[in-house]
T-cell receptor
Framework: EVQLVQSGADVKKPGQSLKISCKAS????????ITWVRQMPGGGLEWMGM????????RLSPSFEGQVTISVDTSLTTAHLEWRSLRASDTATYFC???????????WGQGTRITVSS | DIQMTQSPSSLSASVGDRVTITCRAS??????LNWYQQRPGKAPKLLIY???TLQSGVPSRFSGGGSGTTFTLTISSFQPEDSATYYC?????????FGQGTKVE
């Protein structure tokens, strides 16, 4: 059974760093792109970027270039989303999802809620 | 970036109604169009991929159509459990953008 299990909710102050995780199981981790999606409070889904674990090829939306880093640890079958310096506007729920070979997001993590507040 | 525009932004439906949501892309995307359902507080769920294909386990009252730049999601007979927000997404060219969502109540 394919599963994506994300790290728990977190509360941070502006300027702090953060790395959240997405642990994949039940399929060949290196074969499928992992996508990250942001959902701000009361808002819609925003495609942030994706990474192919086989070679760490990464595609970031221009809206998120320079703001976040996407990485993988293939030994742990885990993808990460990282911020060096959080802002209040990063307050949101972040989802990871597996992209099928056809391009749709067929399996999703449960979401990680991040609150950035002084 | 390819812009995805859904209409309407929200709608109210009664049990048994036929519901249609439209999604328009700012440029042609072939059939690389997917639909998701999201209930409050939950992760999105894949409903339809590649414009027409129903994901396993999704009720047959859901269907997708269209091509090029204009696509539709149809619920043939609305059920109470279909109350949710629906999103289209193009997977033709990264960034694989989503529409803004349609809330169906």
């Amino acid at each position: 059974e394919v599963q994506l299990v994300q790290s728990g909710a977190d509360v941070k102050k502006p300027g702090q760093s953060l790395k959240i995780s997405c642990k994949a199981s039940g399929y060949s981790f290196i074969s499928n792109w992992i996508t990250w999606v942001r959902q701000m409070p009361g808002g819609g889904l925003e495609w942030m970027g994706m990474i192919l674990p086989r070679d760490s090829d990464t595609r970031l939306s221009p809206s998120f270039e320079g703001q976040v880093t996407i990485s993988v640890d293939t030994s742990l079958t885990t993808a990460h989303l990282e911020w060096r310096s959080l802002r209040a506007s990063d307050t949101a729920t972040y989802f990871c999802a597996r992209q099928s070979t056809r391009g749709e997001l067929d399996y999703w993590g449960q979401g990680t809620r991040i609150t950035v507040s002084s | 970036d390819i812009q995805m525009t859904q209409s309407p932004s929200s709608l109210s439906a009664s049990v048994g109604d036929r519901v249609t949501i439209t999604c328009r892309a700012s440029q042609t995307i072939g059939n690389y169009l997917n639909w998701y359902q999201q209930r409050p507080g939950k992760a999105p769920k894949l409903l339809i991929y590649a414009t027409f294909t129903l994901q396993s386990g999704v009720p047959s009252r859901f269907s997708g159509g269209g091509s090029g730049t204009t696509f539709t999601l149809t619920i043939s007979s609305f059920q109470p459990e279909d109350s949710a927000t629906y999103y289209c997404q193009q997977s033709h060219t990264p960034p694989n953008t989503f529409g803004q969502g349609t809330k169906v109540e």
